[in-house]
């Protein structure tokens, strides 16, 4: 189960590192991402400060 759960970490990071990617390409950064870079103090909420339908994206991985 331990390996499971690794699994798990090393897909869901790299699922949230390449849509966070794609979610940049111009037409979605306009769109969809924009919000996100809003704040432009480095804070950990801030982090979360996004649409909805980018918070289904990224969270589909889990």
Known sequence: MAWQIA?????EDAWHYWFH????????YK?????HHQYSAPFGLAAEYASPLETMILAFGT
Not at 31 to 35: D, N, V
């Open 31 to 35: 769109m969809i991402h924009k919000l």
């Open 21 to 28: 990617r794609v979610l940049h390409l111009p037409r979605l």
């Open 7 to 11: 699994l798990f970490f090393v897909l």
